[in-house]
Nanobody, 124 residues
Framework: QVPLVESGGGLVQAGGSLRLSCAAS????????MGWFRQAPGKEREFVAA????????YSSDSVKGRFAISRDNAKNTVALQMNTLKPEDTAVYYC?????????????????WGQGTQVTVSS
């Protein structure tokens, strides 16, 4: 089984919105904090946002703060990334990730499982 599968990416104009979703399977969802990372061509993987196991704690990078929001639905084993006021510099492949850790959620090395990624392209 593939543990994490992202969906919801696509092409959108600057200023528009997209909602990404990540469905988890093959793991005990509530024992994992969840994160979103992105990677643009020629650049390293970048932290976007993370949410604690319960959903009570959320974290985001300065570049997306106020525009993106992460949330999770433990009843559905899903985590979402609501992306508003999109900018061309948001263009990247977005990855969902899961970690059993409680801390260091901004660090990609903390995560144990990764999805296949979904492309987000923002036109100017």
């Amino acid at each position: 089984q593939v543990p994490l599968v992202e969906s919801g990416g696509g092409l959108v104009q600057a200023g528009g919105s997209l909602r990404l979703s990540c469905a988890a399977s093959g793991l005990t969802f509530t024992t994992y904090a969840m994160g979103w990372f992105r990677q643009a061509p020629g650049k390293e993987r970048e932290f976007v946002a993370a949410v604690s196991r319960s959903g009570a704690g959320t974290y985001s990078s300065d570049s997306v703060k106020g525009r993106f929001a992460i949330s999770r639905d433990n009843a559905k084993n899903t985590v979402a990334l609501q992306m508003n006021t999109l900018k061309p510099e948001d263009t990247a492949v977005y990855y969902c990730a899961a970690t059993a850790a409680y801390r260091g959620l901004h660090d990609a090395n903390t995560y144990n499982y990764w999805g296949q990624g979904t492309q987000v392209t923002v036109s100017s």
